[in-house]
């Protein structure tokens, strides 16, 4: 069974940092595609970035050049780091395990760990 437990997340000024991290069990992690989601009140789940098994990264353009996702297989660890926090980065951030070469697959998610931002 697949589980995903994120940690990291706390409040914090504008400007400032964070880092959170997502630890996978029940999984071979390193075959894995691992991804951060965002979801802010009364809006939908967004995804921030995913970072394919072979390290591959991709970003929503909002977080660009601010925030950077990575790997460890080592840990089964997947880590968002985020600078340059702004107030419309608040939400709760999910971790997500996808394996997109399996048709139909539906993904598994984290608990969630909320994030804010002061202005």
């Known amino acids: 069974q697949v589980q995903l437990v994120e940690s990291g997340g706390g409040l914090v000024q504008a400007g400032g940092s964070l880092r959170l991290s997502c630890v996978s069990s029940g999984s071979i992690f390193s075959l894995d595609t691992m991804g951060w989601y965002r979801q802010a009140p009364g809006k939908q789940r967004e995804l921030v970035a995913t970072?394919?098994?072979?390290?591959?990264?991709n970003y929503a353009d909002s977080v660009k050049g601010r925030f950077t996702i990575s790997r460890e297989n080592a840990k089964n660890t997947v880590s968002l780091q985020m600078n340059s926090l702004k107030p419309e980065d608040t939400a709760v951030y999910y971790c997500?395990?996808?394996?997109?070469?399996?048709?139909?697959?539906?993904?598994?998610w984290g608990q969630g760990t909320q994030v804010t931002v002061s202005s």
């Open positions: 997500n395990l996808d394996r997109p070469w399996v048709p139909n697959f539906r993904g598994y």
């Open positions: 970072i394919t098994r072979g390290g591959s990264t």
